[in-house]
């Protein structure tokens, strides 16, 4: 499965930003709860951590520091995720990564560069 990330940018405190990823393939076709997309974000230095998740059933789950300020959805299609971000901080700077579980397959195999998220103050 490959996934293609947009939407980073530069934005200024307080701003928004919207980010997508397409699956190359139906992750929601099966109703599996197992199957799901998400966005994790990491900062420089620091570690890769979750922000936001959604599976197959629409449940939705977020990191405590985003609550309330990101929103994740899914759209029409079945493989395509949005993740809404407003009230962006400077500590939401980040490189955002899409990531997908497919039964028992999670992608990507391999980290790549992701999307850059910037807020400056």
């Known amino acids: 499965v490959q996934l293609v990330e947009s939407g980073g940018g530069l934005v200024q405190v307080g701003g928004s930003l919207n980010l997508s990823c397409a699956a190359s393939?139906?992750?929601?076709?099966?109703?599996?709860?197992?199957?799901?997309m998400a966005w994790y974000r990491q900062a420089p230095g620091e570690r890769r951590e979750l922000a936001a998740e959604?599976?197959?059933?629409?449940?939705?789950s977020y990191a405590d520091s985003v609550k309330g300020r990101f929103t994740i959805a899914r759209d029409s299609t079945l493989n395509t995720i949005h993740l809404q971000m407003n009230s962006l901080k400077p500590e939401d700077s980040a490189a955002y990564y899409c990531?997908?579980?497919?039964?028992?397959?999670?992608?990507?195999?391999?980290w790549g560069q992701g999307t850059k998220v910037t807020v400056s103050s």
């Open positions: 393939r139906d992750i929601f076709r099966s109703s599996a709860v197992s199957n799901r």
């Open positions: 959604i599976t197959s059933d629409g449940t939705t």
């Open positions: 990531y997908a579980r497919l039964g028992w397959h999670v992608y990507p195999k391999n």
